[in-house]
Structures are given as C-alpha cells and as structure tokens.
C-alpha cells in the first residue's frame, strides 16, 4: 500500500515562499511520475506541476510557471514543490500524487491512483 503524507503548508503573505514536501512509503517511488494538484474552495482540483522517475524533465501549469519549482530526492523517497512569489489566488489545498504512468508526465487527475491528505496554503494579500 502506497502512502503520500503532506507537509510544509501554512499562512504567509502575497510575495512570500513555502516549500511542500510529499513523503512517499514503499520501495517503488522511484518507479513513477509524481505530480502535485491544487484545490481552491468552491473548484475542482487542478493540476499544478509533475516531474519524471529520474527528475530529468518536469512539466508546469501555466499560472504558475517561472514561479514553482517542482524537484524529488528518490533516496529520500520524496518529492517537493518550492513556491515562490505566491499570490493569493495560489491559495488551495495542495495534493502529492502518484501517477500511473512510469514515464509519461501527465496532468490529469485520473492519471493519478494515489493521493496524499493534502496541506493547506493560504496567501494574504
């Protein structure tokens, strides 16, 4: 069984950083693609950033391009997502995720199986 465990969100204001971190059990984290999604109150989840096995190649939604960075230490069996430059529409629920994919990056949220509980941020303005 696959466990996803969330940390590092917080209250912090427009401008502001967090880094988010998503620790993964079991031996076959390095197997996947993982993803981080976002939910805002009131919308659906919506895919944020995704990175390959190795990390060699990662993939960003738009709206938040230049801003987050999205990296993995497969030794650590994590994956992480800096935010930098944070604006109050970032505020959302955020959401590791393991994709069913080996080596396509996907950006779906059924290309993902496995979802951590999820760590809230909210950006002040």
């Known amino acids: 069984q696959v466990q996803l465990v969330e940390s590092g969100g917080g209250l912090v204001q427009a401008g502001g950083s967090l880094r988010l971190s998503c620790a993964a059990s079991?031996?076959?984290?390095?197997?996947?693609?993982m993803g981080w999604f976002r939910q805002a109150l009131g919308k659906g989840r919506e895919f944020v950033a995704a990175?390959?096995?190795?990390?060699?190649?990662?993939s960003y939604a738009d709206g938040v391009k230049g801003r987050f960075t999205i990296s993995r230490d497969n030794a650590k069996n994590t994956v992480y997502l800096q935010m930098n430059s944070l604006k109050p529409e970032d505020t959302a629920d955020y959401y590791c995720?393991?994709?069913?994919?080996?080596?396509?990056?996907?950006?779906?949220?059924?290309?993902?199986?496995?979802w951590g509980q999820g760590t809230q941020v909210t950006v002040s303005s």
């Open positions: 995720a393991r994709s069913k994919s080996g080596a396509a990056l996907r950006v779906g949220v059924l290309d993902y199986n496995y």
């Open positions: 079991g031996r076959t984290f390095s197997d996947y693609v």
């Open positions: 990175i390959t096995r190795g990390g060699a190649m990662t």
